[in-house]
């Protein structure tokens, strides 16, 4: 479904990502993993247009999609959730999921935020809409609330749910278990298994928690200073320990960890 060859992403002298070639296949639940500073994130971006590559190409379903602007990918089924914004805070649940542009084919966010009305008369159906995804996320109890004061684990399920308010096909999802309690980290990755299985989303998944990780993803991609290092499934990532210990240092569950990068490529 996704297909990114020989990506390269340069921040002045820093090789943030430096030559990914990585594939995800539709309908899979892919895992990215790596230190902090591995370049995860940058790749998300460059995939999700919120960065431009320096050089490479991402593909989608076989179209040339690199380059292309988050809105245009946003039309195309393609998203990465981000945190609510702080001006969304002051609006409920409900609310929240109402101001996700309803995903008809060719229409981009940036025509909905221009022309609100738009969204106003599409309302019942949105309203509709928001209560099934509040439904299937079991927020009922929070639909009301200020999404400000929902706990970091229900703000993971919200944008996931904004997810679920477009026609999504392939999610990024970066650090989704980050300050998120056991209980609902289980929620979250219920919510995702239930969207590969029933929706057919497919989903790329950034996490630092392997337990979560095993739980959820084949296969498993491993980076380290900005190079695809690894990729199997869960067990062949763990049966891989010493190799990954060797760039990664004692664990991969410890944060803020700068990776030993024992023998790595300059
Ligand atoms: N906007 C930016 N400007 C400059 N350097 C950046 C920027 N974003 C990330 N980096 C650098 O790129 C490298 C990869 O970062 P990042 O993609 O955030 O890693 P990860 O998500 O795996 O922790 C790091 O060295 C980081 O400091
Ligand atoms: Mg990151």
Redesign the pocket.
Known sequence: MIRVEDLHLH?GG?K?VDGVSIEIARGSITGLI?P????????FNAIAGHYRPSSGKVWLDGEDITGLPPHKLFAKGLLRTFQIAHEFSTLTVRENLMMVPGGQPGESLVDVWIRPSLVASRETEVGRRADEVIDFLQLDHVAGELAGNLSGGQKKLLELGRTMMVDAKIVFLDEVGAGVNRTLLKTIGEAILRLNRERGYTFCVIEHDMDFIASLCDPVIV?AEGKLLFQGTTDEVKQNEQVIEAYLGRGLKQRGQAPAAAGAPA
């Open positions: 921040f820093i943030a790596g902090n500073g591995a370049g995860k994130t940058t790749l980076m």
